[in-house]
């Protein structure tokens, strides 16, 4: 292998070592509490954590880049070792790995709008009038039956107005332009085609939408559809061939179990509780070198902007990561894949705590897991994808760069 | 647009969102004085400087790379939010920019020595004895009525032996040679080209030099010319293209100004004093999402070599910064270009103390502005060119990457 940058560690990574634990609390991150000056993780009460943080080396990472606010996919991707603007996940596939739909590399998956026009055709609400989901899965059913010589179709209900199209078949592409024209008074766009290569998934798309308005033409409110974010599942090395692991994923939402099949892990039973987690984690443990865990609350909670929804959940998380230790990974490391702070109530670009407990970790004097403990520990400010390569290392599986 | 790590930030850029001020206090870094152990800036009495570090993340920036000491021009670049090596502004150029020289892209600007040869064309005085600015104006005034038929020809001083001149025309290129060979007893050297884009540029220096050579042939001193850092302006995507901002700059030296102009901020009036910066500021605050204010007397008190100097510059610095304040900005960020500790008299590579006050911005428990202070910041220690993407995230205006 000719050695870069970009595999410099899929270049020096053994087949040998011990077992990593990756706990993923998601949108772990927050800002301080202008009352107080502590942050949600700061605030909850965390006696398992901060007890890890006492054996760990602590850090901070920064997802993507100083001020880059990331989706949950390229943070996981960052988090799971790969440069998340390098292998960029499409829209249309992300919506597709959240339903659960199981997509394989080459197909072409589609954001869609069920959406309301009037006669001539131009959009008079781009939601449909938010149609219960109910209405969403008869109508998607009815799509699904479409048969087109050219590909296989699927569509599948999101919610409301929200659905999914994936295209399968050879010779597909993504990257074409959305339909929705974001804005009424006006018809969806047609599609158009910037490339040779996308001229038979335009075919396909346009013979799809003349049978689908044939379909919902009699509909009262979803009598159209509108697609965003075509996009193609572009095949990406697993982590069994860059970092010569078998991994495995616990997850209890589809998005993230998506992304974890998406790179290969083995996605295993769903699980919510802590008894869950901890149950499946002794079960996986014998069979994998890495187990990827993830813990939703953390972040649910930030985006309802509740600071002490987001407390709650902290102390929650704290009860499985004690879960997870009892375990004994040879190397646990637990962070979030980006903050969520609960005054913001969204995804933002500040640096997630991080604590890495393995026999080899440079301890610190670190003794509480916070925004703030973390800038004073051993690990320093890393970025998300360096943090698979640390793990690595601290399980003993990098070999020596260079003699 | 296809996204890359280079343009991932222009990529998430959105129309709206707060405003921002940059204020650059040049050369801010120093180093510890050896019997306090304290810096210029940890030495200096900055309430306002203190108070802001309380309310705001604090920490410090690698200029460019480590171990890298800055000009001006990069260093301001990387602030805006260029890559300096990317976007490298050519010597000429900037002596062109510092002379306050209205550039054009495509124009190819290159430094001047006047010079003293013998009667074989050797040179005797690389400097022409460091012949007065008077005369050094007068010489380029006549050197500036040289006309030639493939470009316009413009001949600017500088001061003593030091000019400027600016080519305009089709077809011109940058990259030859210097002239100057660095020594005495030798004649200049050629014009060589490596690039046959070069070839027209190499045409018109020769025939200027041939006029030049007729023109001051009977000085006694200046009686020759040595050409450097022959560069061309290459086009820079401006900041409003970049990150969908309206920018400003409010600067006293030409060179800042320069260099804020190529990056295309409005250059508005000259600015020196504190108070003009606070009205010239608040009249700017309505009309820009950005604007930059630069402090110069920091780095010129740094570069005489003067600890106590610099630390009254710092105290001014501290008058001015209060003075932004006050205007209450959406987002504030205060820092250096650069390091000019006075104990070197020059600019060095060592990290710059950085402070960031905005709504969003994750306060530390820095309370006072310095560079060991800083280290504790939870900004960390990012590049120079992290700070844009960063005030640009604190101002709500960058989208979330992926989904």
């Not at 597709?96 to 997509?103: E, K, N, P, V, W």
């Not at 407390?311 to 929650?316: N, S």
């Not at 026999?359 to 003794?367: G, H, I, M, Q």
């Not at 004073?376 to 698979?388: I, N, Y």
């Amino acid at each position: 292998m000719q050695r870069d940058k970009a595999n410099l560690v899929d270049s020096v990574a053994t087949e040998s070592g011990g077992k990593m634990v990756l706990l993923v609390a998601d949108g772990l991150g927050g800002l301080p509490h202008p009352e107080t000056g502590l942050t949600e993780l700061e605030t909850a009460r965390t006696p398992n954590l901060d007890a890890l943080a006492v054996e760990s080396a602590c850090g901070l990472h920064v997802p993507i880049a100083p001020g880059i606010t990331p989706g949950s996919g390229p943070a996981h991707m960052a988090l799971f070792g790969y440069d998340p603007v390098r292998y960029e996940i499409g829209r249309g596939v992300l919506e597709a790995l959240g339903i659960g739909f199981d997509l394989r590399p080459g197909d072409v998956a589609i954001r869609v709008n069920f959406a309301t026009v009037d006669e001539e055709g131009r959009i008079v609400d781009r939601r449909a009038g938010r149609i219960p989901t109910e209405k969403c899965e008869e109508l998607t059913a009815r799509l699904d039956r479409i048969e087109l010589p050219m590909s296989e179709v699927f569509v599948r209900p999101v919610r409301e107005h929200r659905a999914v199209i994936v295209l399968r078949g050879a010779g597909l592409a993504g990257g074409l332009n959305d339909t929705d024209p974001q804005a009424t008074g006006v018809p969806p766009l047609p599609i158009e085609i910037t490339d040779g290569a996308q001229e038979k998934t335009a075919e396909v798309l346009n013979a799809f939408l003349r049978a689908a308005t044939e379909i919902l033409k009699d509909e009262p409110a979803a009598n159209a559809i509108t697609m965003r974010g075509i996009a193609a599942l572009e095949p990406i090395p697993s982590v069994g061939e860059r970092f010569k692991i078998r991994a495995a994923a616990l997850a209890g939402y589809p998005m993230y179990r998506g992304v974890a099949g998406l790179v290969g892990m083995d996605v295993l039973q769903m699980v919510e509780t802590a008894d869950d987690v901890e149950e499946a984690l002794r079960a996986a443990y014998r069979d994998y070198d890495f187990i990827f865990v993830h813990f939703k609350k953390t972040d649910s909670s930030g985006e309802d902007g509740s600071f002490e929804a987001k407390v709650a959940a902290t102390e929650e998380l704290d009860l499985t990561a004690e879960r997870v230790r009892s375990v004994n990974p040879d190397v646990l490391l637990v962070t979030g894949d980006h903050s969520t702070p609960s005054s913001m109530a969204m995804h933002s670009w500040h640096p997630v705590p991080v604590l890495l407990r393995a026999a080899r970790a440079r301890v610190d004097d670190v003794t509480a897991f916070g925004e703030s403990a973390c800038l004073r520990g051993s690990l320093g400010t890393v970025r998300g994808v360096d943090l698979m390569p640390l793990m690595l290392a601290h399980a003993g599986r990098l070999a020596k760069f260079g003699a």
